[in-house]
């Protein structure tokens, strides 16, 4: 079971500050959840084949299709600063 002890170091964990009664009310909460985390465990999945998904998956992407793209001038046309028909950036370093 979960103590509210825990849920102090996974707050201090997530760097976040938590109320007495948001301790209280997390503590519950991630109880339930563990307790039908249990619930699941318990059953009998020897059945059950492996799967990466429920239900069936298919690409639905286009074909790669090769096609003009824009001039130099035309992607700078809406830049808000450029360099020697570069994108100017603020210096981040």
Do not use: C
Not at 19 to 34: D, H, I, P, S, Y
Not at 37 to 43: D, E, H, Q, W
């Amino acid at each position: 079971m979960i103590t509210e002890k825990d849920v102090e170091y996974v707050a201090w964990l997530a760097r976040l500050e938590l109320t007495a009664e948001e301790k209280e009310r997390f503590t519950r909460q991630l109880g339930q959840v563990l307790e039908h985390a249990a619930k699941i465990k318990s059953l009998d999945t020897g059945d059950v084949e492996p799967t990466s998904h429920v239900v069936p998956l298919r690409n639905v992407m286009r074909d790669d299709v090769v096609e003009p793209g824009l001039t130099q001038e035309e992607a700078l046309s809406n830049a808000p600063r450029r360099e020697g028909g570069y994108f100017a950036v603020p210096r981040i370093i």
